[in-house]
């Protein structure tokens, strides 16, 4: 099993761990869970806290659990709860024995509550959301008593049960905790324990028409399975008070809850209803998009287990939220599969290059590796040649500017492997467009090595035209063109979607050794970034290649000059309040 944090460095949580060893507050045992609701699909934020559980679990020896709260069947579905069983897996975890669900604990849930109303510490109450929302008051002021707050043990226990046997109509009652409305902390401000809700539960049927909300459910759940360490993010921080209000109070197995920083990352948001939105008005192509964060979009596009798991590692756990530069995950990338991609040849955008003192019918084979550095790790592969091939069309230039090393009319420059070549003529159309480059190649130069006379500074990479293949090429970028799109509380987040996010690159042709590349597998197109043959789109003989990260980053300059506009932004909407407080 993946370890993922375990080969961090020392953090706060591990030093609470630490703590409660020596005290022997739980025996030495840890244990850690991962709950996710079945209303979704995971995303980058989620993979941080599996690899925070599993990993931390891992380290001390213990057990990590998968269990879904399932507690809400009206949003819940099969295909999101099949997806994150997968998603998990892939990223290189195991429960083992230790799959559980919510649902699981609904009769002993129901027999707490129960408990709760005979001690007093839970009513039924008659009020509508929208009332209870406005009973809670707010930071400032205390909140208001329900007017059924006073109902005695027998009324409630009457009117729990009748609840259960769905004798109200959904809405029309809750079960809350009595607590205190006036408590500092609004979460205490008597919580909704138990509300109607008929629908269909995939585990349960229809047994149950009242279900449990998650303040209750999720600290009974941790306390049936011994979870020692109940790790959340920040925003269950205030809940945490109620968390061990109700444990305290059911007299039951006390776990640690701890809450930690969620990962905040730029150029892409990590709402679930954002998600939703972008899938269902067709801004992505669905969840498994390569643009998305979700895990399934990454994993598509070619990102690896390991480097999401590189990743978060390497951004630590911290108490404060904050953001994170997209450049740590596309780095984590390019470090993973730096090591595990063979080098390949292909072009994007092609122009033909035609050698005009090679024999037309003439065809040869350059043995090539697939990972210079160490060509031994990965072996080669063979590389056909002939009298016509393609370049970049970026790669050539009619008048370069100094210190071009690129071919240019009478510049000599390296073919990949292959020959050294001299740009000689060039082929324009009735246009003026460039569609053709006619060269001379040194004979004597085969495998592209230089005469020590001659300097050649330019090597570019090609494929030949006769055998080269034909592929659909996208080239993927980052979903948004602003590093923090939902910064501005008065523009739609999705004004900032990047147009170039998605680039179709009809004409490209790669070396035939790709003809069979498995779908998922992964390369780096020599000079182009790292590519992966779609795991959807893919068929034998016609692979189609995402990319999965450049080579360098080339958001540092962008980044800056979005940074420049926000504070113009923000200087502007200060003048404009200022001068309409003058006015």
């Known amino acids: 099993m993946a370890t993922g944090e375990s080969a961090s460095p020392s953090n706060f949580i591990r030093n609470i761990i630490d703590e409660h060893n020596q005290s022997g507050r739980f025996g030495g045992k840890v244990v ?8 979704g699909y995971l ?17 001390y020896g213990g057990s990590c659990h998968l269990r879904f709260d399932d507690t809400n069947p009206a949003k819940e579905e099969q ?22 669900y919510a649902s699981n604990y ?69 079960l809350r905790a009595k607590i205190d409305m006036a408590h500092p902390n609004m979460v205490m401000r008597d919580p909704t324990l138990y509300r109607i809700r008929r629908a269909i539960h995939h585990r349960t049927g229809d047994k149950w028409c009242i279900y449990p909300m998650y303040d209750f459910t999720h600290c009974i759940s941790d306390s049936i399975e011994g979870i020692t360490h109940s790790i959340c993010t920040l925003e269950f921080e205030d809940n945490r008070v109620l968390y061990d209000w109700m444990l305290d109070q059911l007299g039951i197995y006390h776990p640690q809850q701890i809450e930690f920083a969620r990962l905040n990352l730029e150029f892409a948001v990590m709402s679930k209803r954002k998600l939703l939105e972008l899938v269902k008005e067709n801004y992505v192509d669905g969840w498994d998009d390569p643009r998305m964060p979700t895990i399934r979009g990454m994993r598509r596009r070619g990102y690896t287990p390991a480097s999401l798991r590189l990743f978060c590692e390497r951004i630590g756990v911290g108490k404060k939220e904050s953001w994170i530069d997209m450049y740590w ?40 590796p697939y990972y210079p550095d160490d060509p031994p790790a990965m072996g080669h592969r063979d590389v056909p040649f002939c009298r016509e091939l393609y370049i970049e069309r970026e790669d050539f230039m009619e008048d370069p500017p100094k210190k071009f090393w690129r071919m240019a009319p009478g510049q000599e420059v390296r073919l990949r492997w292959a020959y050294l070549v001299t740009c000689q003529e060039v082929v324009k159309d009735s246009q003026g467009e460039i569609v053709e480059l006619r060269c001379t190649y040194d004979p004597e130069t085969r495998g592209g090595w230089a005469p020590d006379d001659r ?82 789109d893919s068929a034998p003989g016609r692979p189609v290649f995402n990319r999965v990260v450049t ?11 979005q940074k420049r506009e926000a504070g113009r932004l923000e200087r502007e909407a200060r003048k404009t309040k200022k001068k309409a407080k003058k006015e």
């Open 455 to 536: 300097k050649v500074k330019g090597t570019l990479h090609w494929v030949s035209a006769r055998h080269g293949l034909g592929v659909q090429v996208r080239l993927y970028d980052r979903l948004f063109s602003m590093a923090n799109p939902g910064a501005f509380k008065d523009r739609d987040y999705k004004e900032f979607l990047n147009p170039e996010s998605k680039v179709l690159m009809p004409q490209a042709v790669v070396e035939p050794s790709l003809k069979d590349a498995a779908p998922g597998s992964c390369y780096q197109f020599e000079r182009k970034g790292f590519f992966c043959a779609d795991p959807v």
């Open 32 to 39: 850690t869970r991962f709950p996710p609701e079945p209303n």
């Open 329 to 368: 995950l596309e780095k984590a990338v390019r470090d993973d599969l730096n090591d595990k991609a063979p080098r390949v040849m292909g072009v994007l955008d092609p122009i033909k290059v035609v050698i005009t003192n090679y024999p037309e019918d003439a065809e040869e084979v350059f043995e090539a």
């Open 79 to 100: 295909e999101y709860l099949d997806s994150i069983i997968e998603d998990v897996r892939w990223l290189g975890f195991d429960w083992g024995e230790h799959l559980y």
């Open 106 to 174: 609904f009769d002993q849930l129901y027999e707490f509550a129960i408990k709760l109303i005979n001690d007093g510490k839970a009513y039924v109450d008659d009020l509508s959301a929208q009332e209870i929302r406005a009973h809670r008051g707010t930071l400032t002021q205390p909140g208001i008593d329900s007017p059924y707050r006073g109902r005695g043990v027998d009324e409630n226990l009457d009117l729990f049960q009748r609840m259960k046997a769905g004798e109200f109509p959904d809405g029309s009652r809750v």
């Open 551 to 561: 080579l360098r980053d080339s958001w540092a300059k962008i980044l800056e000059q």
């Open 43 to 59: 995303h980058i934020g989620h993979a941080k806290s599996i690899c925070l559980n599993f990993g931390l679990a891992a380290s």
